[in-house]
């Protein structure tokens, strides 16, 4: 697990493979996420959006930027938590994912950006 704390909101990412299947005729390797959000800070805050970044080692970056997370824009008390999981397919059994999340505090009313630590996405097979 790989955590990291911005602004008093601490992220932290546990990954686990999910198996190799084939679509449009090639091997994808099927890779998954649960992302914990907590406000350690005095604010209540809410996420309003996500940015991140995908590397495959068999493919180019890929940006992928939307509204909230898994559909859900949360709000967080201080002391909250918020945990959600999802997922993504790669080209290869090796590869990371990393970025940030838009929130707004509401207490000064500005929106932040909270990073998401870079977190590898490695099939156990292909470890030496």
């Given amino acids: ?11 932290s990412v546990l990954t686990s493979f999910e198996g190799t299947y ?10 998954s996420y649960e992302i914990k959000i ?4 005095k604010d209540s805050v809410q ?5 991140w970044e995908i590397f495959d080692s068999l493919n180019e970056l890929e940006i992928v930027d939307g509204e909230g997370v898994i559909g859900k824009k949360p709000v967080l008390k201080p002391g909250e938590l918020y945990t959600y999981s999802s997922g993504c397919l790669l080209s290869s059994p090796h590869g990371a994912m990393k970025g940030h999340f838009n ?11 909270v990073i998401v630590p870079s977190f590898r996405l490695s099939a156990p097979f292909a470890l030496n």
């Fill in 1 to 11: 697990m790989v955590s990291q704390i911005t602004r008093g909101i601490k992220i």
């Fill in 22 to 31: 084939f679509k449009n005729y090639r091997i994808h390797f099927a890779f």
């Fill in 38 to 41: 907590e406000n350690h800070s």
């Fill in 47 to 51: 996420l309003v959006s996500r940015h």
């Fill in 103 to 113: 929130m707004i505090n509401f207490t000064t009313t500005k929106t932040f950006k």
